[in-house]
């Protein structure tokens, strides 16, 4: 089933507890306010006889391209076999980048790719314009020739600008780059992704995701976006994604399942707690307090899983998603995809509704643990801390370590950073709290995920 074009503006302009689930009310039919049991859903969800396919294809805004409602995002992938079985079963939309797995993503997707018809494939890549010094359009050119070739193609359907920052949305070079490739069949479609505001490796700290992406939408010159939202961003996203349907761009998100557990948080701190007492130490008060924040927490976590009938908190990710594809100016979402099993797990998802009982649950998640959890990029925070520690980059650094499961990327990109981490939070009275309107205990969560990402 596909559906036209999203010009429509936002039907939902107002997040409250109430507003959220009149919202989704107002969307759900008839029949699945009927017996809807979310955590049935999830938890029940078995292997079909045969694999699941893609059964909703939508357009994509001005490119007119009819892409799979589930994107393979290849940003961990090394396993063209998996790529392979995911175009089979009808995912057409790719997304990866000149750097993931150093070039391996390209490679493994060339490799996918060999002998099938290019043209039932909306393939994007991305360059990073931040990482490139000095940025020239001849020096772009050059490395998006080394992308198409690693890709095996002559061309991609789109180029993005990879962490696009707010300068580089009016980036002259690039635009003239883009008309050029345009000109030689190279590239059909132009476009930017942003995860919000960030330190990048060469320590700028670039403006939310909302900002950037609604002055790519007023520049006019960018047709496709990929960014960060999801439920808990949904009051700064609605602007957002309405200016995108306002200029029939295409849109598909990431990071649309916010990492809301604590059940792993308390794990972990149990596990340190232990670490420190046999070094002769004492768990560090900001942990301190993170376990005890975490405590308090904990009844009405149970109270909020037994009431939708899930095992963990975690269970709600194919609520958060079905969320994303339910707002009408979504064409696709785009998750991480490097095995057999996240592709029949994403896959299944593909067509299905958003029902009321997960629009109630993922209000009482909100409700629950909301103010655990960092919405990633915002940047409140950011210019509160002295020290100058990138908060939104660590704490998508430890998103990806902790909901992605790509640990080792997550600690790499630790490693990498140019300037102050969060080894510079244990001692501090913790200033940054404050600007985070969303109640993050910001604190603990920096010096424990310096403890997870820095692991020997
Ligand atoms: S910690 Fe709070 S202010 Fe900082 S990026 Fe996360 S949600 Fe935004
Ligand atoms: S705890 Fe202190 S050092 Fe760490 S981010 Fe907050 S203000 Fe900066």
């Excluded at 008839?30 to 694999?51: D, F, K, M, N």
């Excluded at 409602?69 to 057409?92: E, K, Q, W, Y």
């Excluded at 198409?148 to 696009?164: A, F, N, Q, S």
């Excluded at 990327?409 to 510079?424: C, F, K, Q, R, T």
């Amino acid at each position: 089933m596909t559906r036209p074009d999203s010009k429509t503006p936002n039907p939902r302009p107002s997040l409250t507890r109430r507003g959220f689930l009149s919202a989704a009310l107002s969307t759900v039919p008839a029949a699945a306010l009927l017996g809807s049991e979310p955590g049935r859903r999830a938890a029940g969800r078995t292997q079909a006889a045969s694999p699941a396919r893609i059964k909703e294809y939508r357009i994509l805004g001005r490119t007119g391209a009819k892409v799979s409602d589930i994107a393979f995002g290849a940003g961990p992938l090394n396993n063209a076999n998996v790529l392979s079985a995911a175009l089979d079963r009808g995912m057409n939309y790719i997304d990866t980048a000149e750097h993931y797995e150093n070039g391996n993503s390209e490679r493994a997707i060339g490799e996918a790719l060999k002998g099938r018809d290019r043209k039932s494939v909306f393939l994007t890549t991305k360059l990073n314009l931040t990482f490139m010094k000095p940025v020239t359009k001849e020096g772009i050119r050059g490395r998006f020739m080394k992308c198409l070739e690693r890709l095996g193609t002559d061309h991609v359907e789109c180029l993005m600008i990879h962490m696009c920052t707010l300068a580089q949305v009016k980036y002259e070079p690039y635009h003239e780059l883009i008309k050029e490739l345009k000109a030689e069949g190279k590239v059909k479609w132009s476009g930017l992704s942003n995860h919000g505001a960030d330190y990048s490796l060469s320590g700028r700290l670039d403006d939310p995701v909302e900002t950037v992406v609604m002055a790519a939408a007023e520049d006019g010159r960018f047709d496709v976006v990929l960014c960060t939202f999801n439920y808990l961003k949904a009051e700064t996203g609605d602007k957002m994604l309405k200016a995108c349907a306002e200029k029939n761009m295409g849109v598909t998100l990431m990071k649309m399942n916010p990492a809301l557990t604590n059940a792993d948080e308390m794990e972990t701190l149990t596990r340190l707690r232990e670490r420190y007492k046999k070094q002769g130490q004492e768990l560090p008060e900001a942990l301190v307090k993170l376990a005890k924040i975490n405590a308090d927490r904990t009844a009405a976590t149970e109270a909020f899983l037994k009431k939708h009938g899930l095992d963990g908190p975690e269970q709600s990710r194919d609520a958060a998603l079905r969320y994303c594809l339910d707002r009408p100016e979504v064409h696709c979402v785009c998750p991480s995809i490097n095995s057999f099993e996240q592709l029949d797990s994403y896959i299944a998802l593909s067509g299905t509704k958003f029902e009321a009982g997960e629009a109630e649950m993922l209000a009482d998640c909100r409700e629950t643990l909301g103010g655990m959890t960092c919405r990633i990029g915002c940047g409140e925070c950011g210019p509160a801390c002295p020290r100058g520690v990138p908060v939104a980059a660590i704490m998508r650094y430890d998103y990806y370590f902790r909901t992605v499961r790509r640990e080792k990327a997550a600690m790499s990109d630790y490693a990498a950073l140019g300037g102050p981490n969060a080894s510079a939070c244990a001692g501090c009275a913790g200033p940054c709290e404050a600007a985070c309107s969303h109640g993050v205990p910001i604190q603990g969560k920096l010096v424990l995920a310096h403890e997870r990402l820095t692991l020997a």
